[in-house]
């Protein structure tokens, strides 16, 4: 592989990104200008223009090495997807022209048939249609065009994340230009961005390819504990391994060409844990970016030989993986709503925004849940290693004190020792409070910017933005129309801001998320919701309160939501019912006649010492047959009843009640399994043990 000395970086950079800097170069000013109006502000993008982009963006594309372009998308499977097209066309001559048209540019009709729909497109519809997202820009990847579209079906629903992510923002900003205006302020527009902080684990592929749960599932469904795990807390923030480091300079240069700013990376706290940061973008753009780059993290660990795990929960004991989703929302011309401000009128203004925000997380907060909920985050949220799946909002102490000055109309006990007064006083100075370290609270401010911890590694972004996004976007909205009509503008901003901590100070909470305490407190004096499975929370998207709200903003439609749900839910069972097979096989294949070998060597080791002598006690000999025999016939009692819920499962026609069955009966007989196969493994030599053993996996890295 070529390598990049440091000095090339910002000609690296972006290389392979059709960006602002290639069309200002290469676009006329006034199709450049046209193309600008339709990224900046939703104008309708005309063909002629189309035709002149896709023109350039051809000649680019092939001047980089590229012979097929795409249209690239997000369907519901939570991976991206694409087909690729190449440019050749016949010409007379015998040979071939590269074209690209600007109708390829703008729609592509990719057949749909195989994507999950959840019924929104009848099988005789087969085909959806991909339409060009002209705000993210268009990139080169195995020497492929790739052009980021929204997917949907012919009826016009959305069969992807795009479409309503991309829906959610311009809710969110058609509501907060209503509040800026009246604080005097016209924007072109209000957009969300966001950094994503990503978790990954690394192992080696050799390794990985002896384990079929970690082929199949992307995780261990069994494996003993390994003398050393991560109390010592040596690798957070160690020193990276030298394989580890080649790893990370690899994937930096690819996700540098393709403009993602990588910036920050880290070991984490388990042993072949890691993390990456990006600096923060225009939140579509941001997921984007983030499939992409977790789609080139996997491809980049192959070619060194490693494999990259990106399920929350590759193994159990261990702490799993998340995603940090750093949000915010700012004017085109800059301006970040969520940081406080330093006269009177900014600070109220601040202050609505941040309402706006307590109260979208309070009144929405299963939303949030059911938008990080997969089977395999299930695994982290509430487990002591994530935050719980009560979701609460941490403001840090200063800022929470504000609020109660505010509210209660009393000096707020900072230096100013003085009633606030919206409007008229400025905000006492609050340090950008470092008890953020508080890593325990699902939903943090972190000074400008709130901190949604609850999404699992896998998880595409898009899912809890949509939420997040249209949330907001509903409080903003009823601020806006309750402010519009007032005499007095500020008091009844004031009014509107003390009514509003009040009525929803019960989402704030400053303490220990992991403890029990909180779990009570929540659930039983405050009424917070409790969602703790995938089976739990995602039918809550159905319900009223819910799918007003997103209907009412046009983040979804009624049947888009239905399928949404269904789609969620059935690819929660089937995930799990993989998994369940998975066990079922290496339990008979592997586990079983493995341990039938260690106990016939024992055996035979028995007898030859006997009878060399009759004083030989064969005391661990026996006492082990006897432990390990019990524990195969459990095991096959175990895999017996799991071999049964498997066949249940079966009989279920209703999705609601499949995902019960594997919450309350399925997964507890994986765990029982997996009980008796991880005892078993501490008695049965390693040599005869048919799998890497967690040790192995986990510190074989350097
Ligand atoms: P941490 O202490 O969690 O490491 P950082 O300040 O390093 O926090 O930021 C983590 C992520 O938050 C980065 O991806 C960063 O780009 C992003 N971020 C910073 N400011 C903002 C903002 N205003 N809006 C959205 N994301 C932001
Ligand atoms: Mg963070």
Redesign the pocket.
């Known amino acids: 592989m070529e390598k990049t000395s440091v000095s090339s970086v910002p000609e690296l950079f972006g290389s392979m990104v059709f960006d602002d800097r290639v069309m200002r170069a290469r676009l006329s000013a006034k199709v450049y200008e046209s193309l600008r109006k339709t990224i900046d502000e939703d104008a309708r993008l005309d063909e002629t223009v189309a035709e002149a982009v896709a023109k350039e963006m051809r000649d680019w594309a092939v001047e980089n090495g590229a012979t097929h372009f795409t249209h690239w998308f997000q369907p519901l499977t939570g991976v991206t997807a694409e087909k690729h097209d190449s440019f050749i066309t016949p010409s007379p001559d015998g040979g071939v022209i590269m074209e690209f048209s600007g109708k390829e540019l703008i729609k592509g009709e990719p057949d749909a048939s195989s994507f999950p729909s959840g019924g929104l497109r009848a099988t005789f519809e087969a085909r959806g249609y991909t339409a060009w997202d002209p705000t993210s820009y268009a990139f080169i990847k195995d020497h492929t065009l790739c052009i980021p579209t929204a997917f949907c079906s012919y009826s016009g629903e959305a069969l992807d994340k795009k479409t309503p992510l991309l829906r959610s923002m311009q809710a969110l900003s058609r509501q907060a230009k209503r509040i800026l205006k009246l604080f005097g302020k016209e924007v072109k527009y209000v957009r969300t ?5 990503q978790e990954y684990f690394l192992i080696d592929e050799a390794m990985y390819q002896k384990r079929p749960d970690l082929v199949y599932t992307g995780r261990t469904l069994f494996g003993a504990m390994p003398p050393k795990g991560q109390e010592l807390d040596d690798h957070y923030f160690g020193v990276i391994k030298p394989r580890v480091n080649a790893f990370m300079e690899d994937l930096n240069n690819e996700l540098w060409k393709l403009g993602i700013l990588a ?2 990376e880290h070991n984490e706290v388990a042993p072949a844990q890691h993390e990456l ?4 973008s225009t939140t579509n753009v941001a997921t984007d970016n983030n499939q992409l780059t977790m789609e080139i993290m996997q491809k980049v660990a192959r070619r060194h030989g490693l494999v990259c795990l990106l399920h929350e929960k590759p193994f159990a004991g261990v702490n799993g993986s998340g995603k ?1 989703n ?3 929302m700012a004017t085109d011309t800059g301006m ?1 709503l969520l940081s406080p401000g330093e006269t009177p009128h900014e600070n109220a203004q601040f202050l609505l925004f941040l309402c706006a925000v307590i109260q979208a997380v309070d009144d929405y907060q299963d939303l949030l849940r059911l938008s990080v909920a997969t089977a395999g985050n299930d695994h982290r949220l509430g487990a002591n290693e994530a935050p719980p799946a009560i979701i609460s909002v941490f403001l840090g102490d200063e800022l929470s004190a504000i609020l109660e000055a505010i509210k209660t109309d009393t000096p707020y006990q900072g230096k100013e020792k003085e009633v606030i007064k919206l409007g008229v006083h400025t905000l006492p100075r609050f340090s950008r409070d470092t008890t953020d370290r508080n890593r325990t609270s699902p939903f943090a401010f ?1 000074g ?2 709130f ?1 949604f911890r609850s999404l699992g590694s896998s998880n595409s972004i898009a899912c809890c933005n949509i939420m997040l996004n249209a949330a907001v976007a509903e409080s903003l909205k009823q601020y806006a129309d309750r402010l519009e009509g007032a005499e007095n503008f500020e008091s009844a901003l004031h009014d509107l801001i003390k009514e509003t901590i009040t009525k929803h100070e019960r989402i704030l909470f400053n303490g220990n998320g992991y403890g029990e305490e909180w779990i009570e407190e929540a659930t039983k004096v405050r009424g917070l919701s409790n969602l703790k499975t995938t089976a739990d929370a995602m039918p809550h998207l159905l319900d009223e309160k819910n799918m007003k709200m997103l209907m009412a903003h046009k983040v979804f439609t009624e049947s888009e939501l239905h399928s949404r749900c269904e789609i969620m839910l059935e690819n929660y069972c089937k995930t799990v019912n993989i998994e369940g097979h998975t066990m079922v096989d290496m339990v008979r294949k592997s586990y079983l006649p493995a341990i039938e070998g260690y106990l016939f060597d024992l055996a035979q080791a028995t007898s030859y010492m006997k009878s060399v002598s009759e004083n030989v006690k064969c005391k661990y000999e026996t006492s082990t047959i006897e432990r390990l025999s019990e524990l195969t016939d459990n095991i096959l009692e175990n895999v017996e009843a799991l071999e049964g819920s498997l066949e249940n499962l079966k009989g279920y026609s209703e999705i609601i009640e499949t995902s019960k069955a594997v919450r309350d009966d399925l997964i507890p007989k994986m765990d029982a399994l997996r009980k008796n196969v991880d005892e078993a493994e501490m008695l049965t030599s390693e040599k005869c043990w048919p799998v890497p053993s967690y040790g192995q996996l986990l510190f074989s890295v350097y």
């Not at 961005?193 to 902080?197: L, Q, T």
Request: hydrophobic share 20%.
């Open positions: 961005s966001v950094g994503p902080e910036k920050t940061a990006p600096i923060y940090h750093n949000w915010s970040n972190t400008n910017k901190e």
